[in-house]
């Protein structure tokens, strides 16, 4: 897979300027080369590629390239500051076939070197990071699904019409003696109550007439002594 460069930084206006051997190990200095007069002007590029990173030295019309300079690391041999301002560095340039000089590189105002420097930390603070999380070791899957023959249990409430919680059970109400009564069925006729007193013969059963406070077996027993085409006309009464 092809990994494509991504420019970091952009100067319109860079100065090289070609420096003296390191004599020591002191740090160089840009008042030990000649200001006044850079041997080029040009604009220079700070350039990522994955992982890699250069700065190109351009010419600002054509884009032609003057010089490259891969850096591996920073602050480092390829591109070090000057101990006497923050404005020049010392860059180390190299051809397409492994050769290497050192040149001095410049910048008229102090924010382009400071933007440069960010841009520099930035990028190797960003591979260092990337580094971090690649040699962690990997979480194992957090699985949310259900296991085999794994179930279950959900408690719901249900809302009435008027708003209350209540149960899907429904209770028989109770009245005063503690007997359960039964809903009256469709036809809107009252079953027959329990009765524990014996069963009234039909020669001692009363008339109709005088059945209140007897049990329901008594008025049907006298029902029986009424005549037909009179139980027909009550048979489309509701009892109570």
């Not at 003057?66 to 041999?77: N, Q, S, V």
């Not at 109550?193 to 007897?214: F, I, K, Q, R």
Request: glycine letters at 8%.
């Amino acid at each position: 897979m092809d990994t494509y460069e991504s420019v970091l930084l952009v100067k319109p206006e860079v100065f090289v300027f070609n420096i003296p051997p390191r004599a020591s190990n002191r740090n160089y200095r840009a008042a030990d080369w000649n200001l006044a007069e850079p041997s080029w002007t040009g604009r220079m590029r700070l350039i990522s590629k994955g992982n890699e990173l250069f700065i190109k030295l351009e010419d600002k019309n054509s884009g032609e390239l003057f010089a490259k300079c891969p850096i591996d690391t920073y602050p480092g041999i390829a591109i070090e500051p000057v101990s006497d301002s923050s404005r020049y560095f010392v860059l180390r340039i190299m051809d397409d076939n492994g050769r290497t000089a050192f040149i001095g590189i410049g910048f008229g105002d102090r924010s382009d070197s400071f933007d440069l420097n960010v841009a520099l930390q930035d990028h190797f603070k960003w591979i260092k990071k990337e580094k971090q999380i690649n040699e962690e070791p990997e979480l194992p899957g957090l699985d949310l699904g259900f296991k085999e023959g794994e179930t279950i249990k959900i408690n719901m409430k249900i809302t009435k019409k008027d708003g209350s919680e209540g149960s899907t059970r429904s209770r028989i109400q109770t009245t005063g003696g503690g007997l359960g009564l039964l809903p009256p069925p469709p036809s809107g006729k009252l079953p027959p109550p329990t009765s524990t007193s014996p069963a009234v013969s039909p020669s001692h059963a009363p008339t109709a007439n005088n059945a209140s406070g007897d049990s329901w077996s008594e008025f049907k027993s006298a029902e029986s002594g009424v005549p037909a085409d009179q139980q027909a006309r009550n048979s489309n009464w509701v009892q109570f």
